[in-house]
């Protein structure tokens, strides 16, 4: 019979849970090599622990097929409340909107023909009438006429988006998105917008932005200033993320980054969901982390972070949770 | 925040949380179709009632909490008595833990070691089981779970300590008894 005593015991649970110091370890590996009797029981604890939490955090019910379920049970209620309100207003809408429409139909039947580019699968370039060249992200749309005419060149965007905006100082260029204006002389730039925000960093040249819901508020945003408009107004700033770009170029680039925001970065560019676990987020001193990857599939690139800092990862549906080792 | 992103929002801790829930839901109701109704209508209910905790730091511990107050309902009063008391004096024990150590083979030697775990972790006494699956699910913290179970950090340490050393033992008994089984066996063969 061995007795273990509690700072001991304390020690073998901080070990356990990744979070012990220099001097606690030194402490608990002199234990260790005191008897052997010690060792095995350690080497008992540890693949108890390590195997009851494997055994626990196994996964055994079907997450994909409950969540259909309960996706199912409330989209007929999300769309119930939501359809009251909005089928009257829609209705109304509609009535006035196609009145409306077939009226202007008929005395304008000279409305510009609107090209629509979508990016579905992967990236897309788009070259407009006037020579400027975009990207689209996958997932993003533009419309734009298939002659500019008049003396704005307007075109309108949903998702990401790079411009290399022709320069044509007596047509100023106009992207419209659902809350903002965009306005520019020629200039490069990009623009992330979707339903809760338009964010857009400029490159060269400058950028006017201008708030739809406020059109006073106007804001002209210099090369290395990113930018964010939601409903509680803008938010301009030096650049700080230097993957801004990746989506396009396929690099990314870490200095000195932190975990968690390789973690946001690395989401956002493969479109899943990576995040650290909560004792790897809650360890005193955290790795950062300095990395190039070129167009290198997500799990190259985890592999090298594991490497490079011990940081290991595993698959649960398509979220990545990253541990120490 | 608009709607669609708080369902994505939601979507992702119904991800992430499901699957936990479950078993944490399977050990008080024994049955794995209720465990998995208990935890979708928690999850149902959540949506249309109480949207405001989806953001909130609140929403694991909040989640838990729901789960066991609706298996407690499925099981009725009578096992809810039972069960539901949780308080530090019931935890009053003697720390001196002691371990035994065998050298016998290593317990690599014996035959699915992981099952015999596994059924370890089923025999556990109720309470400890519960903190013990609370505990190394990785979904809450220490203080979370002393918070939900209404007790202190020190009584959910000392539970977690309880198990490994239940554990322990148990291994070493099904070693103890299966060593002289398997070798009556292949003295048979």
Same mark, same amino acid.
């Given at each position: 019979?061995?007795?273990?005593?509690?700072?001991?015991?304390?020690?073998?649970?901080?070990?356990?849970?990744?979070?012990?110091?220099?001097?606690?370890?030194?402490?608990?590996?002199?234990?260790?090599?005191?008897?052997?009797?010690?060792?095995?029981?350690?080497?008992?604890?540890?693949?108890?622990?390590?195997?009851?939490?494997?055994?626990?955090?196994?996964?055994?019910?079907?997450?994909?097929?409950?969540?259909?379920?309960?996706?199912?049970?409330?989209?007929?209620?999300?769309?119930?409340?939501?359809?009251?309100?909005?089928?009257?207003?829609?209705?109304?809408?509609?009535?006035?909107?196609?009145?409306?429409?077939?009226?202007?139909?008929?005395?304008?039947?000279?409305?510009?023909?609107?090209?629509?580019?979508?990016?579905?699968?992967?990236?897309?370039?788009? @070259?407009?009438?006037?020579?400027?060249?975009?990207?689209?992200?996958?997932?993003?749309?533009?419309?734009?006429?298939?002659?500019?005419?008049?003396?704005?060149?307007?075109?309108?965007?949903?998702?990401?988006?790079?411009?290399?905006?022709?320069?044509?100082?007596?047509?100023?260029?106009?992207?419209?998105?659902?809350?903002?204006?965009?306005?520019?002389?020629?200039?490069?730039?990009?623009?992330?917008?979707?339903?809760?925000?338009?964010?857009?960093?400029?490159?060269?040249?400058?950028?006017?932005? @201008?708030?739809?819901?406020?059109?006073?508020?106007?804001?002209?945003?210099?090369?290395?200033?990113?930018?964010?408009?939601?409903?509680?107004?803008?938010?301009?700033?030096?650049?700080?993320? !230097?993957?801004?770009?990746?989506?396009?170029?396929?690099?990314?680039?870490? !200095?000195?980054?932190?975990?968690?925001?390789?973690?946001?970065?690395?989401?956002?560019?493969?479109?899943?969901?990576?995040?650290?676990? !909560?004792?790897?987020?809650?360890?005193?001193?955290?790795? @950062?982390? @300095?990395?190039?990857?070129?167009?290198?599939?997500?799990?190259?690139?985890?592999?090298?972070?594991?490497?490079?800092?011990?940081? !290991?990862?595993?698959?649960?549906?398509?979220?990545?949770?990253?541990?120490?080792? | 925040?608009?709607?669609?992103?708080?369902?994505?929002?939601?979507?992702?801790?119904?991800?992430?949380?499901?699957?936990?829930?479950?078993?944490?839901?399977?050990?008080?109701?024994?049955?794995?179709?209720?465990?998995?109704?208990?935890?979708?209508?928690?999850?149902?209910?959540?949506?249309?009632?109480?949207?405001?905790?989806?953001?909130?730091?609140?929403?694991?511990?909040?989640?838990?909490?729901?789960?066991?107050?609706?298996?407690?309902?499925?099981?009725?009063?009578?096992?809810?008595?039972?069960?539901?008391?949780?308080?530090?004096?019931?935890?009053?024990?003697?720390?001196?833990?002691?371990?035994?150590?065998?050298?016998?083979?290593?317990?690599?030697?014996?035959?699915?070691?992981?099952?015999?775990?596994?059924?370890?972790?089923?025999?556990?006494?109720?309470?400890?089981?519960?903190?013990?699956?609370?505990?190394?699910?990785?979904?809450?913290?220490?203080?979370?779970?002393?918070?939900?179970?209404?007790?202190?950090?020190?009584?959910?340490?000392?539970?977690?300590?309880?198990?490994?050393?239940?554990?322990?033992?148990?291994?070493?008994?099904?070693?103890?008894?299966?060593?002289?089984?398997?070798?009556?066996?292949?003295?048979?063969?």
């Amino acid at each position: 019979m061995i007795q273990i005593p509690e700072h001991i015991i304390l020690l073998i649970e901080k070990q356990l849970n990744g979070h012990l110091n220099d001097e606690e370890a030194h402490i608990l590996q002199q234990w260790r090599s005191e008897k052997r009797e010690h060792e095995v029981i350690y080497q008992q604890l540890e693949k108890i622990w390590q195997q009851s939490g494997s055994i626990l955090q196994e996964t055994v019910y079907d997450e994909e097929q409950a969540w259909s379920k309960v996706d199912h049970r409330l989209s007929q209620g999300r769309n119930r409340s939501t359809i009251r309100l909005i089928t009257r207003l829609a209705a109304a809408a509609c009535i006035a909107g196609v009145l409306f429409i077939a009226g202007w139909l008929f005395y304008h039947n000279q409305a510009p023909a609107l090209q629509l580019a979508k990016a579905d699968q992967m990236n897309m370039p788009v @070259t407009l009438p006037d020579g400027s060249q975009i990207i689209l992200r996958k997932g993003a749309t533009l419309s734009y006429p298939k002659e500019f005419s008049g003396n704005i060149r307007e075109v309108t965007l949903t998702g990401e988006a790079w411009f290399e905006v022709q320069h044509d100082k007596s047509h100023p260029f106009r992207i419209q998105t659902k809350r903002a204006t965009m306005e520019v002389l020629g200039t490069t730039f990009s623009i992330n917008t979707n339903d809760q925000k338009d964010e857009l960093i400029v490159a060269t040249g400058k950028v006017l932005f @201008t708030n739809k819901a406020d059109t006073a508020e106007k804001h002209i945003i210099y090369p290395h200033q990113y930018s964010v408009l939601t409903k509680n107004g803008f938010d301009t700033k030096a650049l700080t993320d !230097s993957n801004f770009l990746s989506w396009k170029t396929g690099i990314i680039k870490f !200095s000195n980054t932190s975990i968690e925001e390789m973690a946001s970065t690395l989401s956002n560019y493969y479109g899943l969901y990576v995040r650290p676990d !909560s004792v790897l987020k809650e360890l005193p001193v955290l790795p @950062t982390i @300095t990395a190039k990857f070129d167009k290198q599939p997500l799990d190259s690139v985890l592999e090298e972070i594991k490497l490079l800092v011990n940081i !290991s990862y595993r698959k649960q549906n398509d979220t990545i949770v990253l541990f120490k080792q | 925040m608009n709607s669609n992103d708080l369902y994505v929002q939601f979507r992702l801790l119904f991800r992430q949380l499901y699957d936990p829930l479950t078993k944490y839901a399977y050990t008080f109701v024994l049955d794995h179709t209720s465990a998995e109704d208990i935890v979708q209508d928690v999850f149902v209910r959540i949506w249309e009632k109480h949207q405001s905790i989806i953001e909130s730091p609140q929403a694991r511990p909040y989640l838990y909490r729901a789960v066991k107050n609706a298996c407690l309902n499925h099981l009725g009063s009578k096992k809810r008595i039972q069960l539901a008391s949780f308080s530090d004096a019931d935890f009053d024990e003697n720390n001196n833990i002691t371990w035994t150590v065998t050298e016998e083979p290593d317990e690599d030697d014996i035959p699915n070691y992981r099952e015999l775990l596994k059924k370890g972790i089923e025999q556990l006494p109720e309470k400890c089981r519960e903190i013990f699956l609370l505990s190394r699910s990785g979904q809450l913290s220490n203080q979370e779970i002393a918070d939900h179970l209404g007790i202190s950090i020190k009584t959910v340490n000392n539970q977690t300590w309880k198990a490994m050393k239940l554990l322990k033992a148990f291994v070493q008994k099904a070693k103890s008894w299966l060593w002289p089984v398997i070798t009556y066996f292949f003295t048979r063969l």
